[in-house]
């Protein structure tokens, strides 16, 4: 069974930086598109980027264009998140998850993904 592990939050000043990993474990990360979502408090969750199983093609929310870029490697089992410039608004508990194939261009569709991890908190603050 594919358990998911996120680390890397923290708590940082506006226009600073933070790389969140997840790391894979019970399964490979091969055969799965992965997806990085939050929530941030008295909101929904959201997808903020999603990954292919294959070859790297990746999606982002327009909130995290240019800023946030996802990668994955497979040989690690491990998917990343690095985010730039953040915002006091991207302040919120950051999920990874892995779902069926296709998901990766439908990173909006968080309910269909199917292993999550335990999340971890970001903060962006002054």
């Known amino acids: 069974q594919l358990q998911l592990v996120e680390s890397g939050g923290g708590l940082v000043q506006p226009g600073e930086s933070l790389t969140l990993s997840c790391a894979a474990s019970?399964?490979?990360?091969?055969?799965?598109?992965i997806g990085w979502f939050r929530q941030a408090p008295g909101k929904e969750r959201e997808g903020v980027s999603c990954?292919?199983?294959?070859?790297?093609?990746?999606t982002a929310a327009d909130s995290v264009k240019g800023r946030f870029t996802m990668s994955r490697d497979n040989a690690k089992n491990t998917a990343y998140l690095q985010m730039n410039s953040l915002k006091p608004e991207d302040t919120a508990v950051y999920y990874c998850?892995?779902?069926?194939?296709?998901?990766?261009?439908?990173?909006?569709?968080?309910?269909?993904?199917?292993?999550w991890g335990q999340g971890t908190q970001v903060t962006v603050s002054s």
């Open positions: 990954i292919s199983s294959d070859d790297g093609a990746t």
């Open positions: 998850a892995a779902g069926p194939i296709h998901l990766f261009r439908l990173c909006e569709l968080w309910e269909d993904f199917t292993s």
């Open positions: 019970g399964s490979t990360l091969d055969y799965y598109a």
